[in-house]
């Protein structure tokens, strides 16, 4: 499927930019800022009345760095009018009930006409560099952002070690703290190498940032363009069974990465580390010896990890799943 990039890019616009109410409108600016330049931290949280530090919680920031055209999500100020609910307020908003009954002294969930509340964005769920997100909330991630490196690949891994029998439904943080500690002091590399890691549970955590090329032994050819993603488990056959959830998320995350980059699903932009010689650094597809391959994804990933396997029951799903969020988005 082909997208042209003016196509492409009205509709990120139309996704990442929604409309705010005429009341909200008149009271305050959009509750989304995008970067201009000269911009800084500091400022941009001085003009709305917050700090540098709840922007960056609350737009999964891994850093200062600021590029021009990215995404902020702000607080504002709003006047009730009647009929609001806190609840509606929340989701127009990007918050939550709780963040706006807090940051409001707000003993319930009680409304009335004329009453002024600051509404700040909900934050996202971070440790360190490290950010958990849904695949809803991965998708405003991404969307909102702007990245300074060429990324034309997309890597699919399994992270073998560690195995579904290593994941207890709430240990995402434990794990990516493990696999970037063994990263670093084991294989020598600046942070954990993967930029994605996917959960049994459906759940996403963006680590190494996509700024900076991932690592590892599928190569410097794949690497200097490509975003890595690893997913928990072992699928080679035998092995662990994926979880409707993670393949879901799997899908739909990588139908995200094509259409932010303007990828059709091929080998030669969705790529299985199998593929790659281990040794030399390249691209072998399905000649490579088992002694200078490896397996991952897993024998089992999506019917196979040849290429036959990948063009006819993985691309297909990326292919569809990227027509539903393009007809979303429209």
Not at 145 to 166: A, C, D, E, G, V
Not at 288 to 301: E, I, Q
Request: charged share 20%.
């Amino acid at each position: 499927m082909k997208i042209t990039h003016i196509f492409l890019i009205s509709l990120l616009v139309s996704l990442v930019i929604p409309l705010a109410p005429a009341q909200a409108a008149r009271n305050s600016p959009d509750n989304i800022y995008e970067v201009k330049v000269g911009d800084t931290l500091p400022d941009i949280a001085k003009k709305y009345d917050t700090s540098s530090e709840e922007i960056k919680l609350t737009n999964g920031m891994q850093s200062d760095l600021l590029l021009v055209g990215q995404k902020l999500w702000v607080p504002i100020t709003y006047e009730v009018i009647a009929g609001d609910t806190i609840e509606e307020l929340a989701s127009k908003y990007h918050s939550s009930v709780e963040t706006i009954k807090s940051a409001n002294k707000l003993t319930n969930k009680q409304l009335y006409a004329g009453q002024i509340l600051k509404i700040n964005p909900k934050r996202m769920t971070m440790q360190g560099q490290h950010i958990l997100m849904t695949k809803e909330e991965f998708q405003e991630w991404l969307f909102n952002n702007i990245f300074k490196r060429k990324i034309n690949l997309i890597q699919q891994h399994h992270t073998w070690i560690p195995s579904y029998n290593r994941f207890n439904g709430s240990n995402h943080f434990q794990l990516l703290k493990g696999m970037e500690s063994y990263h670093i002091n084991k294989m020598g590399w600046k942070t954990i190498a993967q930029n994605i890691t996917t959960f049994p549970d459906g759940k996403i955590a963006v680590s190494r940032p996509f700024n900076m090329a991932p690592e590892g032994s599928i190569g410097p050819t794949a690497n200097s363009v490509g975003i890595a993603i690893e997913h928990v488990g072992n699928f080679d056959l035998g092995q662990d069974m994926m979880t409707k959830e993670q393949k879901d998320t799997i899908i739909y995350i990588n139908a995200l990465l094509c259409i932010k980059f303007g990828l059709t699903p091929s080998i030669d932009s969705i790529t299985y580390h199998h593929w790659w010689n281990v040794k030399t650094g390249e691209r072998v597809l399905d000649k490579g010896p088992d002694y200078n391959v490896k397996t991952c994804p897993g024998t089992g990933f999506f019917g196979g990890n040849s290429t036959t396997s990948a063009k006819k029951y993985f691309y297909p799903l990326i292919s569809r799943k990227m027509e539903e969020i393009i007809a979303s988005m429209d």
